[in-house]
């Protein structure tokens, strides 16, 4: 599953707002330059955040973005749904049902992997908050995991 520009924006967009947590509004050019997020799509992207209740707006000259919610109640994986929609490494194991429309899911050998995949990384982005991330950062913690690998 690949994550597209949208989904890996949108949680950078609300690291940088993470980052103003308690300091009241953040203006649209600052969360831009912060998470290296270009200005006019960012623009974009603050809707449906905002639809989705991870953000709030004030109009004004003191007015910005900020986080609806604190950092430590904000999952990475509600910021990604809110980007992406439901998980779905396959139409098939869609976490929304409506799409899983795949005439051979009754019976098929291959879906129980899939569903796995899916899990999995529904687990990952669940398991994580705004909060977890500014603190790996803060730590110097942004190395990959080393992947394991299967002998084949």
């Given amino acids: ?7 890996e924006y949108g949680v950078r967009a609300m690291v940088a707002l993470a980052k103003h947590y308690g300091e009241g509004p953040a203006s649209i050019s600052t969360l831009a330059q912060e998470s290296s997020v270009p200005y006019s799509y960012l623009e974009q992207l603050i809707a449906p955040l905002k639809k989705s209740g991870l953000v709030t707006s004030r109009r004004g000259a003191a007015g910005g973005y900020q986080l609806a919610r604190s950092p430590e109640q904000i999952g990475v994986g ?3 749904r809110a980007m992406e929609g439901p998980i779905a490494p396959m139409e098939c194991v869609s976490e929304d049902v409506t799409e899983q429309t795949c005439p051979l899911i009754p019976n098929c050998e291959t879906r129980p992997v899939w569903i796995e995949v899916r899990n ?10 705004l909060a977890d991330l500014l603190r790996q950062g803060a730590a110097g913690k942004t190395s990959a995991p080393k992947l394991s690998t299967v002998a084949g």
């Fill in 78 to 80: 509600e910021i990604y």
């Fill in 1 to 7: 599953m690949k994550v597209s520009t949208r989904g």
């Fill in 120 to 129: 999995s990384i529904a687990s990952t982005l669940d398991s994580m908050t």
